[in-house]
């Protein structure tokens, strides 16, 4: 009775950090340039005691074991926003980002001037070129942003924005407020900006809805077999305990 509780905890350990990772890609399915994650699950065969002397083969015990996060890099919808400083990035390249904790990249191509002139995000990061932060003065009017992420104005080309891709992406870690750390950034081969636009979250809502669903009767079954298990025990016990006497 043990082993089958240990087992169904195990699995309802898994099933709880599920609905965790589900429940942040619902509250971010308005997140601009969020990419939805998934948890993989692996079969953990439990190492048993072995000795010639028992009398039956051991037989091993299979536990459920959430071994890595997946993220889904897949290319959000493009929505046009008509702000000159908002770019969505069409390819698999990131925006690189200056934060307090150093150099981050970001999906997210939300983009202000500050009251200093920089080009920053949403956060208030720095928005890096390839010769460092972007700033600009009063006198800059009809700002473009090429396809090559080089920007100008009316008074000349301001700087070009530092892409980067990863040959593994999945090799980057969630570093919070829509940023991520890690990796090998190489200069973008493949990423093209389209000014006036940004990228949506690539989580689909009536999915995650359904996988919710779909977690919380699994976890409710196991449950309802965990409180068998608990039934059978008790049962047992009473009957023992009768018997004694």
Do not use: C
């Not at 800059?140 to 990863?166: H, P």
């Amino acid at each position: 009775m043990e082993n089958a509780q240990l087992i169904s905890l195990s699995r309802q350990v898994a099933l709880q950090r599920q609905m965790d990772v589900v429940a942040n890609n619902i509250a971010n399915l308005n997140t601009s340039g969020f990419k939805a994650e998934d948890l993989l699950f692996e079969e953990y065969k439990m190492p048993v005691a072995r000795d010639r002397d028992f009398a039956f083969v051991d037989q091993q015990l299979s536990y459920t074991q959430d071994w890595a996060t997946a993220h889904d890099m897949s290319q959000g919808a493009m929505v046009q926003t008509g702000n000159p400083l908002d770019v969505a990035l069409e390819g698999e390249g990131f925006l690189t980002v200056q934060t307090p904790a150093g150099e981050r990249y970001t999906r997210s191509g939300s983009l202000v001037v500050n009251s200093e002139g920089t080009l920053v995000d949403l956060a208030g990061n720095e928005v890096l070129g390839d010769g460092g932060p972007i700033t600009f003065t009063a006198a800059d009017t009809d700002i473009n942003i090429g396809r090559d992420g080089t920007i100008s104005s009316s008074q000349g080309i301001k700087g070009k924005l530092a892409v980067v891709e990863f040959a593994n992406p999945q090799e980057l870690a969630r570093d919070g407020s829509n940023l991520w750390s890690g990796g090998t950034p190489q200069p973008a081969a493949a990423t093209r900006i389209m000014q006036g636009s940004i990228e949506k979250s690539n989580v689909s809502g009536i999915s995650e809805i359904a996988q919710m669903i779909r977690v919380q009767r699994s976890y409710q079954s196991v449950a309802s077999l965990i409180s068998q298990q608990d039934d059978l025990r008790r049962n047992a016990i009473q009957r023992l305990g009768s018997l004694s006497a």
